[in-house]
């Protein structure tokens, strides 16, 4: 790496921010088990102090994603939450409504047939938006789990309709700072139908909501094949994309540590954002947040792989000449088009994320360092201890 | 079937139109190779001759989809060629341009990086669209192979704002009764990206080009394991869906002879369709075309075939009971909601066809009193030898 | 239908039986959440006794697969539990282990690089064996979650070799009487890499493993559009096809009720197996099994569902005209030989369904009579006041 | 890089050779259309040629797989083809058959109910296995397109069965040094199904033909998620293992050039193999070809970029510590294993290419090196006026 490209790197570093996710610090597991881990963060607190120990290490995670329904207690200030966060040198990121977990859900939230149950998914929102004032947290992320399992069970323009109602709805209570985005998901856990099933019906949504309602994409919820940095080329271009959940996966949503299963396509996401920011002139403004459930990785190490394999992919896209590639393909000259990716993908820019930490102060491995630190061993054993009681 | 189940399907099949497709009587096959069969049509006036036959024996079929680069040769008056249609009892149905044969679309058409095979492309449509005119077709399909088959080599979004352009440019030229419809597919012939690559691009480009035009749905255009009935519902509710390209497959785009892989999707299709009609009081106008390219089959039986399974499953879709389905649907009453759609789909409504088409003066069995007719043998005879000229 | 077809049918299904699960009778959910029925089956009995009902019915589910960690304790008779299923009218089936939920099997089973944890699993796989003479069943149905989720993470070569080595030792325990069959699954709960992946898979383990040892079909441990019906076609000619899990699936392994996505596809399996019998002259003789986890559905409506579907879809099948299909295969006529399988695949074959279950004494409608008879809110009223105490 | 990775990526190097495909040189298509190029191969000694040219730059692609229909005339001396090749400096690879384009393999080649069609192609093929000892081939490979679109229409069983015997009687004609491969494919040309679908099927016909058979396994030949690195570790493990068909693909078989679509997949192929002689202490014979069929690019840059390509990926997988990822895998350090793979490919191995074409007298960069050689120019020039003759 020239100093020209150590520059570049350094400077694409500077602006890249990761949220962290509390649930992902906790236990999970699939439908046939969990394995659970002494070190696995019991509750809100834990979370919080996991989420710091990622941001200490990694200079890049200032923000956590929280869930309401596991990280909120109804009654209690959200703002005591806060400043628990604080303590741990982050503060709360998106805020996350549960309108799945309810025995309401059963048959759906906004798309429920049942009024009883949109009003109570509907009321719900509503509370996530003010707690997310209350925090001073700029984002709602909405994930929907509606759906059907089998044909002729569901009205599925009617549902539609409930949905665009509620969104409204919902979308009147946001502060003047929030945003609210709308994430989509071609199956599982409906699997004959899925209310938002894909970026087009997060997109309608979205544009008949209002102006603060942008679509989420979830690096996950696509069909097999599905070309994803295609479709957040078309969102930046239509000014639609709020944000982003990265994870892996092979065959489905298998929330799997970011880059693992194929790295070269979070490396395309990227490059479509960096090139949008270079012939826009204006970098946009996008939400990236880490949304892995990672069944048996310890989960503050799997955290931080996956921060430090985005900052990695990051750079790499950082290295694109977008001068050159929008010649190549005014051109039509493939080859060496595609070999601008490529060789930009290639580069070892390891010394360019060891040199910009050193310039944050941080470790060069922030991996290493973690493990030296000796905090996991240190919150299995008291959690251990603690769960026992 | 009790009698009102049989008058619900006669009244159903009254209104079933479906058009056949020029290029389906002629010789076709994959890159591997081509199978010849001595009856297949060699010419424009065949394939019209072959369609005049599936609809005098099928009743269902007065418009036949023509291929503008195939079937009307430049300098001619296309109201020839609606001469020889009405000649064999049917007329010209949807004109479909094409812009991704000639070797100036190396790199696409709407989307080409060079003006020169922009303008071409722009200037066939048009054309296209004023041999609508002169030949009464109120349909344009659009259908785009556009796209790249390497990351890098395409600038995404300049692709997008250049198809915007040009289909507005087009759009300006559509008389009164015209409509454009514009369809979208994943992959093939272009591989890592195709421009309008999934419903919601169709469905964005749509909106911006302007109120004539809408998404054609083909069939075989998916992902794997995608709801396509549900494209469909949201489609419908947005007054967004145009029409269809019928077919089959199990993989890819196999262009295989209507519900010979998965004819409950088919039926599920038509249920979304009939069951808005009911709700909204008016049936969706929707042009119907089948698009296959079966290698094997005989190509006129092919087409009957298919014909008829489309009246079949449209017909099975007419019996479900709407009234109470969605009294079901609003009780999640799910096994049973299911079961309105089994039934209907399980229900043999071979006696209703036999019905409506005595009604209509047509054979019980178009297939076998085809064949009866000897058509195929004498076509056989007359253009193999008129191909060894 | 003729005579001779409600014969056939009549015929085709004395023969069928198809075996219930236990598990199927108790709550389940998707690793987001469950949501709970009343009548939910609470223990082993519970789930007998509904077995039992729905063989009441059917007439058809003689035999129960069961689960051995859910269902016997440990340090009991299994004979006890065989007893308690011979009360309710039905026995014993499959023997299921389970080397998936205890914290051993983290990394795995019979794969796992821990002696330790292999060691474990074949104890308890040979003790479910046990389980089986004891209970004189004849199946012993092997279910691996066996893989890893990360590239790396495993030597694969090595896994296949403690997979060999372990089905072997376990194989040398099977009664006289008893079959072990190998299930495989591509995906979930491990999703980079399962052990035994593919049908390939089980086929190359089952051979090693013995003379006792055949390859399980789960409908829905498939890649999307797999050709299931060619694997049992090679399968049966390979005479190495032990059994199935039957369910149905959009997307991923969904385990819904069976046919309700693609009962064309179950058709088609049922006549590649009744075809083989025609042509060999002997029916196989194959273990059908249901394995659903409908998340929403009654339970035991949805088991009966299955039930029908699945009787429905066999006497389908067993219409084909086995003469005439191999006469027409023989000619390549493919149009009249598709023919052959659709026309026995819409034929309505209701009223042979109806004669039959009046010939065995039984409602000419399962689900209603099951309904009407007021078990299921018999159960859930005791069901839930004992969940209470 | 340091000294002991240079000089193991520079053995790894030294042992690896990758075969070029006469049909790549030549224009080819989709079923949509072809693009033309004017330095398109013509014939036979063109693509030898060109095939030349590949080897004089890269160094590695000694041989060149031919296809026997398009590559010998019948009645001509083969060892001529040879003289030709040794010319340019190559040598004859494999040998093609091609029993999926003349008529009468419109319903198959070693499946086909028509036993003249059989004899046919088993006749083609002894002729290859003769053409291939006569220019002294070791490996005959063997496509089969066979399979059928539609449901019913073929005897699946029958058609393996004739499958076996065909490949028996072909097995009993090679010579002491040949090698059969036979290779796998779920879909397309064959829609419905394809009688060698997948690697359990080419695994078992192998098994049954004899020793000299074994499966070949093109990488785009797969269904979507697949994981083609368990199935090599596999094969490998069983000694089944014969060779590779190499491209890359999205959606179906695209036929891409290498590495194009997801690198880390052939790297982890490349892994797995070298990973496997490392154990076994003995690398396998593996036969590495290029089967590509890029419809745009220049067809000798894309292929020097694809040799270029996977000679990276090799020299990246060379870098794997396999004593430490044994460990790691034995201790299920699952992060730290995963990262011995990640690390390996993200190391820039560039310095050891050039390093090693230094030693070989090869310029640095082979794809600038051709294009600065003129070579292109000049036979596209030569080409094009022969073509207007």
Redesign the interface.
Known sequence: MNDKQLQKVSKALDTFKIETASWAFAD??????Q??QDAAAIDTPDKLADAGQVHQFTGCCPTVAVHVLWDFNKGEDPKAIAKVAAKHGVSIGAINPNV??D?AY??GSFGN??PASRKQALQHVIDSIEIGKAVKSQIVSLWF?DG???????????R??WFEECLKKAHEKLGPKQLMLIEYK????A????DI?????S??LSKKTGPKAKVLVDTGHH?????I???V??L???DMLGGFHFND????D?D??LG??????IF?IF??IL??GF?SKKMPSIAYMIDQS?????KI??MI?TVMMAQ?LFAKAALVDHEK??VL????E??D??????RA????V?PALVEWRKKKKLAANP?LAFRESGYEARVAKERKARRQK
Chains 1, 2, 3, 4 share one sequence.
């Open positions: 999970s597991g699939t439908r046939f088990g394995f659970y799945f977990q025995q059963k048959y047939p049942d789990a059907s399992n089998y044909p002729g069970q569901a009205n599925i323009r009617q539609k309709k071609p199956f599982e856990p699997f004959y139908h899925t099933g894909d970026w087009g019906m997109y309608v069909f097999q094949s599905q070309n940095e295609q479709i080329a078309w930046l271009d239509e996966r092979r065959y489905a298998d799997l540590t693992s299963i194929d790295p070269y396509q395309r490059h479509e090139y949008f012939e990672h069944i048996d990785k310890p190490e799997a792989q990695e590639l929008r393909q005014t051109r039509c493939q080859v088009a595609e070999e601008i990716l490529r993908f290639f580069t070892d390891t991996l």
